[in-house]
């Protein structure tokens, strides 16, 4: 009887101690990092510039040349509903299908917690871009160089969507070019949060990577369904810079991502 008691005895320490080792390993302190991928496609079809894409609902075939757009001020959210909100100053990122490296956003100094959300605009918000050139300097030279920025008066463009378009009454290739701005009195930014489809694990030995499916069709028939041929002024292309349509065209940007897949190797 007394060696089974001893037995037991130490049957029960040795769980005590694996249980208070599995605790210590499984506590989350310190910071780490994350990454996002973008992946641009359209209507479910893999993006190549130059080739004919899959007819939208308003019958028109697309040859994409050009997409750019701004991602800023990230926010994750954690398991308990308590966010995380990226420095502003470094939340600014043109994402460029024609420059691969643009495509992967590298996020360091992350609290180490397990993420379920993801929240990012398109486009420079308006507290920001109220502080002028000044407030965000750097990445107006970059947003420059990159061909995303009109007069400072206009600022930013959030979205650059470029290509040749052909419809049943348009029969040769007519250019499009649809950018999205502060225009008037629209400002036209959009906030995109994602649910992640298995919690984003940011630890010192561990950067998730998020991979984020991008579907360009949803920029002209989303919700809102855009006519490229209606807006074919004198034959000389459909060129969307303003006016009514392009409020819509923003509101679409909302449902234009959607979460693929979350990585979480080890580093």
């Not at 920029?219 to 392009?246: E, V």
């Not at 940007?253 to 979460?259: D, K, Q, T, W």
Request: proline share 4%; hydrophobic share 40%.
């Amino acid at each position: 009887m007394k060696n089974i008691l001893k037995k037991s005895i130490a049957v029960v320490a040795i769980a005590i101690t694996l249980a208070s080792c599995s605790k210590s390993e499984d506590s989350i302190t310190g910071t780490g990092a994350l990454k996002v991928q973008f992946e641009n496609g359209f209507a479910d079809n893999a993006l190549v510039f130059g080739s004919a894409t899959v007819p939208t609902s308003q019958n028109e075939v697309l040859k994409i040349s050009n997409v750019k757009y701004i991602v800023s001020n990230i926010v994750l959210t954690k398991e308990d509903g308590t966010t995380f909100t990226y420095p502003k100053s470094q939340s600014y990122f043109i994402v460029d299908e024609a420059t691969p490296a643009s495509l992967l956003l590298n996020l360091s100094n992350i609290p180490a917690a397990n993420y379920k959300t993801i929240t990012f605009g398109i486009g420079v918000d308006q507290a920001q871009y109220a502080l002028g050139q000044s407030g965000i300097a750097d990445f107006w030279i970059a947003a420059q160089t990159a061909g995303m920025t009109w007069s400072w008066a206009s600022g930013f463009k959030f979205l650059a969507f470029e290509g040749t378009f052909t419809s049943p009454t348009v029969t040769t290739d007519t250019p499009f070019m649809i950018h999205t701005g502060k225009t008037g009195t629209d400002y036209n930014y959009t906030e995109v949060s994602l649910p992640l489809s298995t919690n984003a694990l940011v630890r010192t030995n561990i950067t998730p990577q998020i991979h984020l499916s991008t579907d360009l069709s949803q920029i002209i028939d989303g919700t809102n369904k855009i006519n490229l041929t209606a807006h074919n002024s004198m034959g000389m292309g459909a060129m969307i810079m303003g006016g009514s349509d392009l409020p819509i065209i923003s509101a679409n940007l909302a449902n234009m991502f959607s979460v693929e897949h979350v990585h979480n190797d080890p580093n």
